[in-house]
């Protein structure tokens, strides 16, 4: 299959956003708590689905949750715990760039975690799910999938842009070694927490567009059904729009004028 140009998803793109914009509308609306979590293996696309979904939803509204490594005190918690401090409240979407499940790939392929945790982690996350599922918590998971041909050429990519020199990690170094032991990692993931209540989702991302795409189209298919408000009545200004008037201090100088 053809990679898809810029053009053409931008164009594909566009309607699914107004649909996004609705939804968090129905969201905020209804009082709803939504949680989507965005797993995969590094250089995946996690960044960039997550981005599109968010770009034209309310950042006051729609919150990405990043968590970085725990610090002592957060290693000595029940692993849940500091992300239960994240779940959404009434009219809140919550998208994860990665979650609980570290402990099912990065910890356990890494030897972050020992085998204890792990078994207990991969018992108790259904459980956990099943609790956040049945307080009425929208929880969808999505795990994004790319071959290696594609993950190298996306590390090159990354240590050849200084602009995207942030996203290598000495672990995404190692990784490179492991894409096999990430695979069993992976599948005895969802062998274990693929369930009913909260079912996995693996989407395509070897072409990064179309994946955003399908992962989008999927999520807002899986949603209840919403019911639209018509947009609020703009009614016309009285009189004429004033110009913006300056006293003690004046706006910088336009960087691009003569």
């Known amino acids: 299959?053809?990679?898809?140009?810029?053009?053409?998803?931008?164009?594909?793109?566009?309607?699914?956003?107004?649909?996004?914009?609705?939804?968090?509308?129905?969201?905020?609306?209804?009082?709803?708590?939504?949680?989507?979590?965005?797993?995969?293996?590094?250089?995946?696309?996690?960044?960039?689905?997550?981005?599109?979904?968010?770009?034209?939803?309310?950042?006051?509204?729609?919150?990405?949750?990043?968590?970085?490594?725990?610090?002592?005190?957060?290693?000595?918690?029940?692993?849940?715990?500091?992300?239960?401090?994240?779940?959404?409240?009434?009219?809140?979407?919550?998208?994860?760039?990665?979650?609980?499940?570290?402990?099912?790939?990065?910890?356990?392929?890494?030897?972050?975690?020992?085998?204890?945790?792990?078994?207990?982690?991969?018992?108790?996350?259904?459980?956990?799910?099943?609790?956040?599922?049945?307080?009425?918590?929208?929880?969808?998971?999505?795990?994004?999938c790319c071959d290696q041909d594609k993950q190298e050429a996306r590390f090159a990519e990354r240590l050849h842009d200084p602009l995207k020199g942030w996203k290598l990690s000495p672990i995404d170094l190692q990784a490179r070694e492991k894409y096999a032991e990430y695979t069993q990692a992976r599948e005895a993931m969802l062998e274990a927490t693929h369930s009913k209540h909260a079912p996995w989702t693996l989407v395509d991302f070897n072409d990064q567009k179309r994946g955003r795409l399908t992962l989008i189209r999927h999520l807002l298919d899986r949603l209840p059904e919403m019911e639209l408000q018509p947009p609020p009545e703009f009614p016309q200004l009285r009189g004429k729009p004033k110009k913006e008037r300056y006293g003690a201090l004046k706006p910088l100088k336009d960087y691009a004028g003569e």
Not at 135 to 141: P, R, T
């Open 1 to 144: 299959m053809a990679k898809l140009k810029r053009k053409d998803y931008e164009e594909l793109l566009q309607p699914l956003q107004l649909e996004l914009a609705e939804m968090a509308n129905w969201v905020h609306r209804t009082g709803q708590r939504v949680v989507v979590i965005f797993e995969g293996r590094d250089t995946a696309g996690k960044g960039g689905a997550i981005s599109a979904v968010s770009a034209h939803v309310n950042p006051r509204q729609c919150r990405v949750v990043a968590l970085p490594k725990p610090n002592d005190r957060e290693a000595t918690q029940w692993y849940f715990q500091r992300y239960v401090a994240h779940l959404p409240a009434a009219g809140e979407i919550v998208l994860m760039d990665r979650s609980w499940y570290n402990r099912a790939g990065v910890e356990k392929v890494m030897d972050f975690c020992t085998d204890a945790q792990y078994e207990a982690f991969i018992k108790q996350a259904p459980v956990f799910e099943k609790l956040l599922v049945d307080d009425g918590i929208l929880l969808f998971k999505y795990w994004l």
